[in-house]
């Protein structure tokens, strides 16, 4: 039973891929469903991120910011001034290790303020996605960057075995989750701290480590995931990641992932993601009216929701 | 003499509340040790500062003889001092299972084998719990012998329990003291903490008395007249419990008939009248929590109707039951008794806000006024009606929760478990209390784990599997109730 | 060259249409236009789709079109650098892509169809320049500094006043393209400074209404001929701008040319269907191809709207009801 | 004590009052105080309303695309044809009416969907913040609307006693709502139900019904804040509203509005919306480049959210 539980949007997808198979001939072909799988791979690492740190009873808004401004960050530390650079002449190889770096950074300043400054999660990473996207502002002026070194376009242009690479890193590191947060000890930790995080310290957890760590980890995913934008778009715009977050969430939530911690599965989230995927994809299939579309959108993200309701059996919170 | 454990003048502060004064406690090497006290006279306190989780403003702790660890280093705490809290430290959106291993399933979970390692805990302390199920799906007495299962199982040298009997029932208590026997057997020092004070002189070799923050005494157990502790803890001379007589009147208050709620009673009526005490009693999944709750309107029962007061309120509503006349205190304080953040003053006065003021304001000066006069009655130790419920002792809170049922007058009261956690001398504070509103002319249903609670009952009706057995007229003794409840005398 | 003539028996193909936005007025009438003209120059086109000004989804909504079988891609990608790759896939499947208002950085296209976005800033500043006799202070309502649009529009505008009209003050403001920061920016700064005298919007879509409206409660709403005038500039030509000019509420707005945009990009995407080329020099709708590094633009006019000129029927917004 | 901690953020606001002064003479003109004020007036109600959501436990990101859609419905139904409208032919004094009650409607429907279906409020009014946006986009197809009847522009725009009438509006609203959910039976029992739902529940407290009301209350709250801004600004665009819920958290919040129910008060909330709008006056009067803007400013709420943090003495959460 509890088992299922993180799969009440499996039915949901399956609805989707009847009603879209119907809709459009193209839909069911490998190259769509590919490319649905493509288009969400950056963003499900995002979902992946604040997927873990809902579970451990905080927030995450700043991870969105992230996306553009780690990659930003890193590509003008290496690149010449004459490209938009900072002209430091780092060495190009150093460009995914920095966007990391810079993604772990704003992980450990959201945490370090939320941990130990004991402020709250939510205005506190508000703040942190302003400040960061003024990160990425202030620097590019507001400037797109398109010339990139080779290695931060890997990621998300290469095909390996046939697929995107974005889809088998997408993959693994939700297989990597789910056993993560299945099977080991400091996954199951989150569980606690989400839940209770008062017992989870009386149980000798080190709650502050941990969470700080589940915060750097989120911003590390982050980043990645912009790099993985960044390959897929070939460069990278003022606005990249700039409206996810909701999406983000949603995805997360009608996965099955609790805003009060403690509650929800990787493999739920991912289900989420899917949903939306889909969702985005018939409707751009199908053409409806751009001043429409975000209703029929909002109302598909209604119906997920109760149908996870009421395969759930539980209320949301 | 080397103890085990000691607090030596502890001092704890919470903003203007001083919860340990220069107090302290030793205790021998596998002794069990009681620590008892009125509400609120700091023995949780003590408690969360021997098991490492607050920092004493001032005092210091030693374990054989030797300081105690740092506070961050929580391993070292554990192998010292396992501890089943007050409050619960049950997680959950967790299964059982994973609750009684939490941080210590290994690095990488075998699942299968965690489940069986807790098949066969809960099996040796004779928990009836599926280790699979979510620990928030059980009720608040299986979620307790989760949490005593779980601190028994450390291994642990030295054993805190902080009130683990107050929700538990008889058989239940007597399963906690076989366990504890054979661990003190294995050498296992315990600190043993309840205000059922025949607990203490059942399983406690000696006992501290905290009153006002103090330690008051310390002697052993064998040889100190009952009287004497009671005394020791309230500063004065101890009062016994006398029957009230009394006469039922004509009023039926609180009627029911073919109730029933699947899988928890079947087919039930009863009655109860003005003037009259009715208990519920019945041994674990008998039905009564659940018969309560609907008598409250609580639950919706399948079939049949309640009847308050002349009136049927619609099922399920509990402002129309209340609106009715109905008074209620709710088995989990936590869940459904006060909100933690609000004031005592609110807390107690949710019911009566109507007549606090005119055109739907409450005036903060006579709800202020209403709660000095609640907490006079029900000597409720707060720092004042202004206080946070949240940051009151355990035993203090839940009379916060009496004083919201008995604050409307009631015609008709039904309190579960009304005692849970209250020390001796409040006890009989708030059974005097649901006397008095009876005394007043209102029927008031008492539904209780402990047989002392059902003393005041004019009678007792005993639930056996979801149905009412039997009819006991006051009179009756300890064994012959339990002997209804067991289901061995029909 | 060969006109919207020829209908397409063989060779041609479905022409992919991608809308960069629903929520401006400038964006909604081009739709409208491509709507009505692609049955007039006959065609064949997939559903549109709607990126909602996020370059990630325009990529999504391409791939979507592509799958569909697309044989040219009309797009106005409102992020020029993060196309790129896009462009370069499209360029390995031989797609030809038509960008609209925006020339991508990298990448192949078959042509841009635009207005010189730096023209309209640089219009907005000789006409405020010479209006305000070169001194004096005016506030240039920017757009989105992400956006290149809004980029273009500012960097013109300012590097136009400090060459030319070095006496005039800058106050720049960013306002993200929403009208309650426009409203409140514009109040405040003229609060510090009453003797504003000139406002660039850059989106009259979105500024024309709130800075008519603090205008207005300050008693600055007067007639050009009035000492107190504040001269204002719009940019983008709506009908309502054109009202504005006409009341003398505003002086001027530069007619960005939503028709010639859903024309010229219909026009060029069916004529790459067709297999037709284009080289540079000046065409026969009053506008000139120029080369680009990757590909050719097409600079439409987009002339200078004042009270002068305003009842001119050709102007797009003069057309729209 | 517990008086006092509604208003921690006052020595923020005297700091900020006093650091505007010396940068600038013109801050602290009454002109320059008043423009704050009134900038502030229509988002303060949005704030006042997620402040009483919040305090009864609830969520609701609708209330940003409810500020632009209920206006825009409203007049669309009373404006002829040629003017964008409906061509209903609708008096034109009723289109106040109407946006209140267009208001009241999306408040009933979410609380519909949170209470009765027991759905995540945070994914319901996501989704809702997407549809609502949608219901004011297909119906004026994008487009600004111009042709407004004066009733609706009056409010925004009039001038009472030497004051902007919105000012007067939400100070009156404010004074309610501190005196409403300090001393009304009914607005206590926000306290109690964000607190304890359960517990409110045992108590007596109709707790869905108030639930109810209290959505129902913050849609009408967001259609009057719509209406304020639709009179300011002189139009209706499409964006109206877009992007104010940030905000309106990070105001409530530093107000000392927690996310987690059952605490803070309308004046916190209050005191809140003031920094803010102060930070805003202030770097727009330094003319702050636009790129580097976000970083001062959510810098700026960092540290109000400390200076709150520590006059508070609590963790926030
Ligand atoms: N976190 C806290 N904040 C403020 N006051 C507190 C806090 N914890 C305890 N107190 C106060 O400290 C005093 C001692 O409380 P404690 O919980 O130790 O009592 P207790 O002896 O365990 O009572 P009970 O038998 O009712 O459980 C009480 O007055 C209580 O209100
Ligand atoms: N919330 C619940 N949902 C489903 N079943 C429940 C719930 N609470 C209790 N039960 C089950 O219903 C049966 C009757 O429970 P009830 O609490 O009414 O009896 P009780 O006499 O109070 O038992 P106990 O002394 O164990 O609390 C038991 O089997 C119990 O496990
Ligand atoms: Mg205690
Ligand atoms: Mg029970």
């Known amino acids: 039973m509890a088992r299922f539980r993180d799969l009440t949007l499996v039915p949901v997808i399956v609805l989707l891929l009847a009603v879209g198979a119907v809709l459009d001939p193209i839909f069911l072909t490998s190259g769509n469903l590919t490319n649905i799988l493509q288009q969400q791979a950056a963003i499900s690492l995002v979902v992946l991120a604040e997927a873990m740190i809902l579970i451990s009873g905080k927030f995450d808004l700043s991870l969105e910011s992230t996306v553009g401004m780690a990659p930003a960050l890193a590509v003008m530390l290496v690149v010449p001034a004459a490209a938009g650079g900072f002209g430091l002449g780092l060495p190009a190889v150093l460009v995914i290790p920095l966007c990391l770096l810079v993604g772990a950074a704003v992980g450990a300043f959201n945490g370090f303020l939320i941990i130990r400054f004991q402020l709250s999660a939510f205005v506190v990473t508000l703040a942190m996605l302003i400040i960061v996207h003024g990160l990425q502002l202030g620097p590019t002026e507001g400037k797109t960057l398109f010339q990139l070194p080779d290695s931060i376009l890997y990621l998300g242009s290469a095909t390996w075995l046939g697929l995107p690479a ?152 | 003499m080397i103890y085990h454990v000691e607090a030596l003048n502890v001092v704890k502060r919470f903003g203007p509340t001083t919860a340990l004064d220069h107090a302290g406690i030793t205790i021998a090497e596998g002794e069990t040790h009681a620590l008892v006290g009125r509400n609120g006279a700091g023995k949780s306190t003590l408690v969360s500062i021997l098991t490492g989780l607050q920092r004493p403003d001032g005092g210091e702790v030693r374990f054989a003889g030797r300081p105690a660890p740092a506070l961050a280093d929580r391993d070292a705490w554990r192998r010292r001092v396992a501890c089943v809290y007050q409050k619960s430290t049950i997680i959950p959106a967790l299964t059982v299972a994973e609750n009684l291993f939490l941080n210590r399933q290994g690095r990488w979970i075998d699942w299968r084998g965690l489940r069986a390692r807790a098949r066969d805990l809960l099996a040796t302390y004779e928990v009836d719990v599926d280790a699979e199920t979510l620990a928030g799906d059980l009720g608040v007495e299986q979620r307790q012998l989760v949490e005593i299962a779980r601190a028994l199982s450390f291994g642990a040298t030295f054993i805190i329990l902080d009130e683990p009997t107050a929700r538990l029932d008889g058989p239940a208590i007597e399963r906690l003291f076989t366990r504890m026997r054979a661990l003190r057997e294995q050498g296992v020092t315990m600190m043993y903490i309840s205000h059922h004070l025949d607990e203490v002189y059942e399983i406690c070799q000696s006992v501290t008395v905290f009153r006002d923050a103090r330690q008051v005494m310390t002697r052993p157990v064998a040889g100190l007249p009952h009287d004497e502790l009671v005394s020791a803890m309230t500063g004065e001379a101890a009062v016994h419990y006398e029957a009230r007589p009394r006469t039922p009147g004509q009023n039926i208050v609180i009627k029911a008939e073919n109730l029933s709620l699947s899988g928890r009673f079947h087919d039930v009526g009863l009655t109860v009248r003005s003037g009259e005490v009715v208990g519920l009693a019945g041994s674990a999944s008998s039905g009564k929590v659940g018969l309560a709750e ?20 619609r099922s399920g509503d509990v402002p129309a039951f209340l609106a009715a006349g109905l008074g209620f205190v709710p088995e989990d304080r936590h869940r459904e008794g006060f909100v933690p953040l609000l ?27 209403e709660a000095a006069h609640l907490i006079r009655t029900l000597d409720i130790k707060t720092e004042g009606p202004d206080q946070p419920v949240g940051d009151l002792s355990g035993g203090n809170a839940q009379k916060v929760v009496f004083a919201r049922a008995l604050v409307d007058d009631p015609k008709a009261l039904v309190v579960i478990n009304p005692t849970a956690g209250v020390d001796v001398k409040s006890k009989l504070a708030l059974l005097g209390a649901v006397e008095d509103a009876v005394e007043r002319g209102a029927g008031a249903v008492v539904v209780s784990d402990e047989l002392d609670d059902l003393r005041i009952c004019d009678r007792v009706l005993v639930m056996y599997h979801g149905r009412i057995v039997r009819d006991v007229p006051r009179g009756w003794t300890d064994h012959e109730l339990v002997a209804v409840m067991e289901g061995i005398e029909q | 060259d060969g006109g919207g003539a020829a209908p397409s028996g063989g060779g041609g193909g479905k022409v992919g249409i991608d809308h960069p936005r629903a929520d401006s007025d400038f964006w909604n009438s081009y739709m409208k236009y491509v709507d009505t003209l692609s049955g007039e120059l006959k065609v064949d086109r997939l559903n549109p789709t709607n990126s909602q000004n996020d370059v990630s989804k325009l990529v999504g909504n391409v791939q979507a079109l592509t799958g569909q079988g697309a044989k040219a891609i009309i797009m106005a990608p409102q992020d020029t650098g993060a196309v790129a790759t896009t462009l370069q896939q499209l360029e390995n499947k031989k797609i030809p892509v038509v960008s609209v208002d925006t020339r991508p950085d990298k990448g192949r296209v078959f042509m841009v169809v635009r207005a010189d976005n730096r023209a309209y800033g640089t219009k907005a500043c000789e006409f405020l320049g010479e209006k305000l006799g070169g001194k004096g202070k005016v506030v240039q309502l920017q757009g989105a500094l992400g956006s290149i649009n809004g980029r273009d529009r500012s960097e013109a505008f300012t590097e136009c006043m400090k060459t030319r009209f070095p006496g005039v003050t800058v106050f720049s403001e960013p306002t993200e393209w929403e009208g309650s920061k426009a409203a409140s920016m514009l109040q405040t700064r003229l609060e510090q400074h009453p003797d504003i005298k ?109 009270k002068d000129n305003v009842d001119d029927q050709n102007l797009w917004g003069n057309q729209v009801k």
């Open chain 2, 294 to 313: 609907t008598l409250a309107g609580l639950r919706r029962p399948d079939t049949g109707r309640v009847e308050v007061n002349g009136s049927h309120p």
């Open chain 3, 198 to 306: 000139g406002v660039y919007m850059h989106a009259g879509g979105v500024h024309l209404a709130p800075t008519l409206q603090v205008l207005r409660t300050k008693g600055l709403l007067v007639p050009p001929q009035d000492a107190g005038h504040v001269f204002v500039v719009s940019n983008d030509g709506i009908p309502q701008e054109f009202e504005a000019i006409r009341k003398g509420e505003i002086d001027a707005t530069v007619s960005q040319p939503a028709d010639l945009y859903a024309r010229y990009a219909l026009f060029y995407a069916k004529a790459a269907t067709e297999g037709k080329t284009f080289k540079p020099g000046p065409t026969d709708h009053g506008s000139t191809i120029i080369e680009l590094p990757n590909g050719l633009e097409d600079q439409l006019p987009a002339p200078l709207v004042t």
């Open chain 1, 166 to 317: 974005a889809i088998w890193i997408a993959a693994v590191l939700f297989g990597a989750g789910s056993l993560g947060l299945g099977y080991l000890r400091l996954g199951r930790s989150l569980y606690a701290i989400g839940g209770n995080a008062d017992a989870a310290r009386a149980a000798g957890i080190r709650v502050d480590r941990v969470l700080w760590g589940v915060f750097v980890l989120g911003g590390v995913l982050a980043a990645l995931a912009g790099i993985l934008e960044t390959g897929r778009l070939g460069a990278i715009g003022a606005g990249q990641g700039v409206g996810w977050i909701f999406m983000v969430f949603a995805a997360a939530v009608i996965g099955g992932v609790s805003m009060d911690g403690g509650k929800g599965t990787i493999l739920g989230a991912l289900t989420g993601v899917l949903v939306i995927g889909l969702v985005q994809n018939i409707l751009t299939l199908k053409g409806v009216s751009g001043f429409w579309q975000p209703v029929v959108y909002g109302g598909i993200i209604l119906v997920a929701l109760m149908i996870s309701r009421i395969a759930g059996g539980k209320a949301q919170d």
């Open chain 2, 343 to 369: 004031s005592v003053a609110e807390n107690a006065t949710v019911p009566i806000a109507r007549r606090l003021g005119r055109f739907g304001t409450v005036s903060p000066a006579r709800r202020r006024a």
